[in-house]
C-alpha cells in the first residue's frame, strides 16, 4: 500500500495542515485525507484521524485542502507516485 504525507500551513488559518496521500483497496483508488496540524507518520496522523472521528458527527466530516502553490506542486508529483503505484 502507498501512503506519503504532505506537511503544509493552512493559508486560511495560518496554522500547520497535514495531508495523507494514499492507494488501496479493491480497486486501488487513490484517497487525500486532511487534518488540521502537524504529523509525522502515517501512524500518528491516522490516529488523530480516528480521535476526530469520533469527536465529531461522521456527517460534519468535510474536506477543504487549501494550499500554498509549492505544496499543490508537491501534492502533484505525490499523485504521480500514487497513479504510478496504483498501476503496478
Do not use: C, W
Not at 39 to 60: P, Q
Amino acid at each position: 500500500m502507498f501512503q506519503k504525507l504532505i506537511l503544509t500551513a493552512n493559508p486560511v488559518t495560518k496554522g500547520p495542515a497535514t495531508a495523507l496521500i494514499e492507494v488501496g483497496g479493491k480497486e486501488d483508488d487513490i484517497a487525500i485525507t486532511t487534518l488540521d496540524g502537524e504529523y509525522h507518520t502515517v501512524e500518528e496522523f491516522e490516529a488523530a484521524l480516528d480521535e476526530t472521528i469520533r469527536d465529531v458527527s461522521i456527517d460534519k466530516i468535510y474536506n477543504f485542502f487549501p494550499m500554498t502553490l509549492p505544496d499543490a506542486r508537491v501534492l502533484i508529483e505525490l499523485l504521480m507516485e500514487a497513479l504510478k503505484a496504483a498501476e503496478e
